[in-house]
């Protein structure tokens, strides 16, 4: 809308088409997979500290990175989580997951598999298969 002087001490309003919108470019990019499955984390923490042995009974949601699977400053998958105790949580980012496994005779990567095929959260299993 524009104001114009159509007679002495008047103003009158005139309205002008607007230019069409422009098109959106597309990246190309793909979306990336959902990677947080709240029902799947819910899930792992019922369980016990999966140390052997581990007395605790307050567990967190570990997920176990590598470079493979996630990126800097993104958190991995929610199917590579296991239950473990802080301390355990703690050691396990310490000392990094093989040395961890090797310390405890347990493959975390077998955990989280198991986890993840028994998980009441169907949606992720199916967005897995799909994905697979």
């Known amino acids: 809308m524009a104001l114009i002087l159509s007679r002495p001490g008047e103003l ?3 309205s002008y088409p607007l230019p069409p919108r422009k098109k959106r470019v597309r990246s190309g990019i793909e979306r990336a997979p959902k990677r947080i499955w709240l029902r799947h984390r819910k899930f792992v923490r ?3 500290c999966c140390v052997p042995g581990c007395p605790a009974l307050q ?3 570990h997920h176990i990175r590598n470079a493979a699977i996630a990126g800097v400053g993104l ?3 929610d199917r590579y989580g296991v ?3 802080r301390n355990h949580h703690d050691e396990h980012h310490n000392c990094g997951v093989h040395t961890f496994e090797d310390r405890h005779g ?3 990567y077998a955990i989280a598999a ?3 095929r028994v998980s ?3 949606k992720m299993r199916v967005s897995l298969a799909e994905a697979a």
Do not use: A, G, Y
Request: hydrophobic content about 40%; charged content about 25%.
């Open 120 to 122: 009441p959260d169907w």
């Open 114 to 116: 198991e986890l993840v």
């Open 59 to 61: 567990v967190d949601f």
């Open 75 to 77: 958190k991995s998958h």
């Open 106 to 108: 347990i493959d975390l």
């Open 12 to 14: 009158t309003r005139v």
């Open 83 to 85: 239950p473990l105790c």
């Open 46 to 48: 019922s369980h016990q």
